[in-house]
T-cell receptor
Framework: EADIYQTPRYLVIGTGKKITLECSQT?????MYWYQQDPGMELHLIHY???????EKGDLSSESTVSRIRTEHFPLTLESARPSHTSQYLC?????????????FGSGTQLSVL | AQKVTQAQTEISVVEKEDVTLDCVYE???????LFWYKQPPSGELVFLIR??????QNEISGRYSWNFQKSTSSFNFTITASQVVDSAVYFC?????????????FGTGTSLTVIP
C-alpha cells in the first residue's frame, strides 16, 4: 500500500552517460532516502533528506548526487555512469516525528552500466 | 562494525516446515527500534513489523512470530507452516536517533526458499 514510485524500473546504459533515477511519494513524508543494494543483497544508505532543500550523504560514499526541491520528489543523478555503478537503487520515505516511524520503499531501479 | 547481523545467508525448507530467521543487533542507544522487512522477487521491501526497545513482548501475527530478547540483543523471526509464497529475502533493521531523525541500519538479508 506504499505510495512511493520509482522510475525507470530497469535501465541499461553505456559508460559515460548521465542518468537520473526518479523517486516520488504522495504521502507527504518529509524524510526520504536512497539505498544502494549490492548483488549480495546488503543495503547501503547513500543519501537522505529531512525535507525540502535538505540533503545529506549516507554511510556509503557515492558519486551520485541528489536534490530535494519539492517534498514529494527526490531524484538521484549520476553525471557519468560507470560499470561500478551497476546495482539496484531503492528509494524510501518516512514520516517526520511519527511515533511508529517506518520506511516505505519503492520497487527499485535496477541499473546496469555497460 | 556491523550493527545488524543476519548470520544465515540462505535457508531452504520444505513447505509446511517452521523456520526461524536470526537477527542480532548492536547499539549503545537506550531507545531504538527494530524492524523486519520482506523483499519478494518483485524487489520492493515490504514492512512486516516494528518493535521499540522498551517492549520486549513477543508478537504473533498469523503464521509470523517475533522473539525480542534484549539480554542477547536478538530479534528473531519465525514463520510457522511455511508456504511457497514466503520465499523471499528477509531483512532485519535497526533504527537509532540521529540529530533530529532516525538512521536505519539493515542486515545483509536472509534468502528463504520454501520448496513445495
Amino acid at each position: 500500500e506504499a505510495d512511493i514510485y520509482q522510475t525507470p524500473r530497469y535501465l541499461v546504459i553505456g559508460t559515460g552517460k548521465k542518468i537520473t533515477l526518479e523517486c516520488s511519494q504522495t504521502m507527504g513524508h518529509d524524510k526520504m532516502y536512497w539505498y544502494q543494494q549490492d548483488p549480495g543483497m546488503e543495503l547501503h544508505l547513500i543519501h537522505y533528506s529531512y525535507g525540502v532543500n535538505s540533503t545529506e550523504k549516507g554511510d556509503l560514499s557515492s558519486e551520485s548526487t541528489v536534490s530535494r526541491i519539492r517534498t514529494e520528489h527526490f531524484p538521484l543523478t549520476l553525471e557519468s555512469a560507470r560499470p561500478s555503478h551497476t546495482s539496484q537503487y531503492l528509494c524510501a520515505s518516512s514520516e517526520e516525528g511519527a511515533t511508529n516511524e517506518k520506511l516505505f520503499f519503492g520497487s527499485g531501479t535496477q541499473l546496469s552500466v555497460l | 562494525a556491523q550493527k545488524v547481523t543476519q548470520a544465515q545467508t540462505e535457508i531452504s525448507v520444505v513447505e509446511k516446515e517452521d523456520v526461524t530467521l536470526d537477527c542480532v543487533y548492536e547499539t549503545r542507544d537506550t531507545t531504538y527500534y527494530l524492524f523486519w522487512y520482506k523483499q519478494p522477487p518483485s524487489g520492493e521491501l515490504v514492512f512486516l513489523i516494528r518493535r521499540n526497545s522498551f517492549d520486549e513482548q513477543n508478537e504473533i501475527s498469523g503464521r509470523y512470530s517475533w522473539n525480542f530478547q534484549k539480554s542477547t540483543s536478538s530479534f528473531n523471526f519465525t514463520i510457522t507452516a511455511s508456504q511457497v509464497v514466503d520465499s523471499a529475502v528477509y531483512f532485519c533493521a535497526l533504527s537509532e536517533a540521529l540529530r533530529g531523525g532516525n538512521q536505519f541500519y539493515f542486515g545483509t538479508g536472509t534468502s528463504l526458499t520454501v520448496i513445495p
